[in-house]
């Protein structure tokens, strides 16, 4: 029999490495990466109605109503290679109606992670971090810089990566965090985000083949 695929979500401050984090996870498990931010971005990118409201309150570090975001990503969630593969959830419930919008379809994590970082660290993460617009891959310009020249030359950032910015975010997380945790506390795995990128992800690995073993358990004893 085969083993349900795995669904994970993934939380933690602008910055902490949700992102990062999830390179690596979709590269070993091939989970199927959800990331609400980009797809809010491609919105915008595509200049729909959506993405100019989305724009509006982004760029406040607001966020983005419950109108935009939630069919947005119950949509993606549904396709087959999300059900088929599993999928990893990035900054995806970020409030309690978003949340409660998942309960009320029976959608639930088998692992919420929860990456916790210093706030100074995630100043200076913010500030650092490009964006290479051909591959998609995450820099940061003193702790993952560019392999080479010609993709320095190419790199981006993000509109909302600005100190002050990153301020407002951070307070909006701040104002959303407890209710969210509040609705996976029995599934919640907390992670020390400060540490070297793949210091993070061992200890990641480490509790998603777990899970993974738990449910080929419980699957071969059904
Ligand atoms: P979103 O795109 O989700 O942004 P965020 O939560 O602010 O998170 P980031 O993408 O900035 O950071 P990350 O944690 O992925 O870090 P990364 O791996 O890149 O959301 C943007 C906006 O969209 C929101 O403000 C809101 O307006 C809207 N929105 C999104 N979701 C929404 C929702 N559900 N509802 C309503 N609105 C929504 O890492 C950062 C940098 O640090 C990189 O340069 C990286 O190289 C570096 N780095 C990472 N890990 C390490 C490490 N361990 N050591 C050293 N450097 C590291």
């Known amino acids: 029999?085969?083993?349900?695929?795995?669904?994970?979500m993934i939380s933690g401050a602008p910055a902490s490495g949700k992102g990062t984090q999830c390179e690596l996870i979709k590269e070993k498990y091939g989970l199927v990466h959800i990331a609400a931010g980009d797809l809010l971005r491609a919105e915008v990118a595509a200049g729909t109605e959506n993405g100019k409201r989305a724009k509006e309150y982004m760029e406040k570090g607001k966020l983005v109503p419950d109108e935009i975001?939630?069919?947005?990503?119950?949509?993606r969630l549904m396709q087959s290679d999300a059900q088929e593969n599993g999928w990893l959830l990035d900054g995806y419930p970020r409030s309690l109606s978003q949340a409660k919008a998942l309960e009320d379809l029976g959608i639930r994590p088998d692992?919420?992670?929860?990456?916790?970082?210093s706030?100074?660290?995630?100043?200076?993460?913010?500030?650092?971090r490009r964006l290479d617009p051909v591959t998609g891959k995450i820099y940061h310009l003193k702790y993952s810089p560019p392999e080479n020249e010609e993709i320095a030359a190419r790199l981006t950032q993000r509109f909302d990566d600005t100190e002050e910015k990153v301020k407002l975010r951070l307070q909006t997380h701040h104002n959303n965090v407890d209710d969210v945790l509040s609705?996976?506390?029995d599934v919640i795995y907390k992670v020390n985000g400060n540490a070297p990128r793949e210091d993070v992800f061992?200890?990641?690995d480490s509790a998603l083949s777990s899970v993974l073993e738990k449910k080929a358990k419980l699957d071969s004893s059904s």
């Open 111 to 117: 692992l919420f992670i929860l990456l916790d970082v």
């Open 202 to 204: 061992a200890e990641i």
């Open 1 to 8: 029999m085969k083993t349900e695929p795995l669904k994970i």
């Open 183 to 185: 609705v996976y506390k």
């Open 119 to 128: 706030e100074d660290i995630l100043v200076e993460r913010v500030v650092g």
């Open 69 to 75: 975001v939630v069919m947005m990503v119950r949509e």
